[in-house]
């Protein structure tokens, strides 16, 4: 399981891909910050086994198709027995 999260940004001509450190998920929770506040925020992050781990994209433009776009984006989801081989693949647990 990757370890290493990061961003991507891309417009027009400038593309940037930034590594910003581990996810939280793979930090043994003694190396994390003390402050409950802090660990509870960590937490809101957390969903299922992936931890923290998740990409997010966001879409600026003028006159975008929102529904395409979104259709799009889910014929590329994986199925569950897609995600279930790649779980198994990866021993994610």
Excluded at 10 to 29: K, L, Q, T
Aim: hydrophobic share 35%; proline share 2%.
């Amino acid at each position: 399981r990757r370890r290493s999260s990061g961003h991507s940004s891309h417009a027009n001509y400038s593309f940037d891909i930034v590594e910003e450190g581990e996810w939280w998920d793979s930090v043994p929770r003694e190396e994390w910050p003390e402050d409950v506040a802090k660990q509870e925020a960590i937490l809101r992050d957390f969903e299922g086994k992936a931890g923290d781990r998740k990409q997010e994209l966001i879409f600026i433009g003028v006159k975008m198709d929102r529904e395409r776009v979104v259709a799009t984006l889910d014929k590329a989801l994986l199925t569950d027995g897609e995600l279930e081989a790649y779980e198994t693949f990866h021993g994610v647990s």
